[in-house]
């Protein structure tokens, strides 16, 4: 069974902070996602990427990094954490990058993620 | 601009209801369209639909795809509390399996 798994639901930070959130996958996907949710506006793409050490920015990366040293291992990282950045995270993968077959993407619990 | 547009945002129906969620969407290259349920957690998936007139069916849950006029609609049927969720549809981008979601319906069935 397809697993994501996130490293914290709930996290308090102040603002200024660097923050780190872990995402492991199970299933040896290629691909993993970051998201954030706010209501109203749906997920909105903050970086994927294809491999490891393979990054690309999403819609709204302004504000955020991301590592990927292993296959299995997304990590974003806030460098700076601000109050606008209080959101609910949400981490996924999915198979290949292959553009001839459409895959299903598989999510994460979610990380609610306070800044103070 | 590829773009996913959900409606209503909103629904509140009462148990055994039927409902339908219509999710529109202009994507360059279309391949696929996703819909997902999303209760406390994460979103689960529950329906991919590549091609246009086939009704794919999970239980009361079913979902069917118009290619011409470009949307999709999701149906439950007998409708239980269970149901209360954010139901989100998405469409895969050309490049490399990003996908752009929907804002979402929130449906919300009472006892």
């Known amino acids: 069974d397809v697993k994501v798994t996130q490293s914290s639901r709930y996290l308090v930070k102040r603002t200024g902070e660097k923050v780190f959130l872990e995402c492991v996958q199970d299933?040896?996907?290629?691909?993993m996602f970051w998201y954030r949710q706010d209501p109203g506006l749906g997920l909105r793409l903050i970086y994927f990427s294809y491999d490891v050490k393979m990054k690309e920015k999403g819609d709204i990366p302004e504000g955020y990094s991301v590592s990927r040293e292993k296959k299995e291992r997304f990590s974003l990282i806030l460098e700076s954490a601000s109050t606008n950045q209080t959101s609910m995270y949400l981490c996924a993968s999915s198979l290949n990058r292959d553009p001839r077959r459409s895959q299903p993407q598989h999510f994460g619990d979610g990380t609610r993620l306070s800044i103070l | 601009e590829d773009k996913v547009v959900q409606s209503p945002l909103s629904l509140v129906v009462h148990e055994g209801d039927t409902v339908t969620l219509n999710c529109s969407y202009e994507?360059?290259?279309?391949?696929?369209l996703l819909w997902y349920k999303q209760e406390k957690k994460a979103p689960t998936f529950l329906f991919m639909l590549t091609s246009s007139g086939i009704e794919k069916k999970s239980g009361r849950l079913s979902s069917i795809l118009d290619k011409k006029e470009l949307f999709s609609i999701l149906n439950i049927t007998a409708t239980q509390t269970g149901d209360s969720a954010v139901y989100l549809c998405a469409g895969p981008l050309e490049y490399g399996n990003k996908l752009v979601f929907g804002a979402g319906t929130i449906l919300r069935v009472k006892s």
């Open positions: 994507v360059t290259n279309f391949r696929s």
């Open positions: 299933m040896d996907h290629e691909n």
